[in-house]
């Protein structure tokens, strides 16, 4: 059994910085790629970014390319994302999932395990 935990949401202010982390129970953290997607209000699940079992592939969301960074350690089972010059726009609940596979994807059915989510809300 897998779960995902992630934690790092809040209220901040346009502009600000915030790290979302999630944590994974289980075995072989280390062999599937991870990602994050975001839902708003009324809006359907997106994908925010990704990333392979080893780091050294990585994929982003043309909205938040520039600004958000996702990182992962294999010894802590944890991935990141750390999130600069937050807008209203994102504001969302953030979910990181784990990949079907080794690679960073950014299809949402590519991923079998989901978290519960944790809020962002960024105030203009």
């Known amino acids: 059994q897998v779960t995902l935990v992630e934690s790092g949401g809040g209220l901040v202010q346009a502009g600000g910085s915030l790290r979302l982390s999630c944590v994974a129970s289980?075995?072989?953290?280390?062999?599937?790629?991870m990602g994050w997607f975001r839902q708003a209000p009324g809006k359907g699940r997106e994908f925010v970014a990704s990333?392979?079992?080893?780091?050294?592939?990585?994929a982003y969301a043309d909205a938040v390319a520039g600004r958000f960074t996702i990182a992962r350690d294999n010894a802590k089972n944890t991935v990141y994302l750390q999130m600069n010059s937050l807008k209203p726009e994102d504001t969302a609940v953030y979910y990181c999932?784990?990949?079907?596979?080794?690679?960073?994807?950014?299809?949402?059915?590519?991923?079998?395990?989901w978290g519960q989510g944790t809020q962002v809300t960024v105030s203009s």
């Open positions: 999932a784990r990949g079907r596979t080794a690679q960073a994807t950014s299809a949402w059915g590519q991923y079998d395990y």
């Open positions: 289980g075995r072989n953290f280390n062999s599937y790629g």
């Open positions: 990333i392979s079992w080893r780091g050294d592939t990585d």
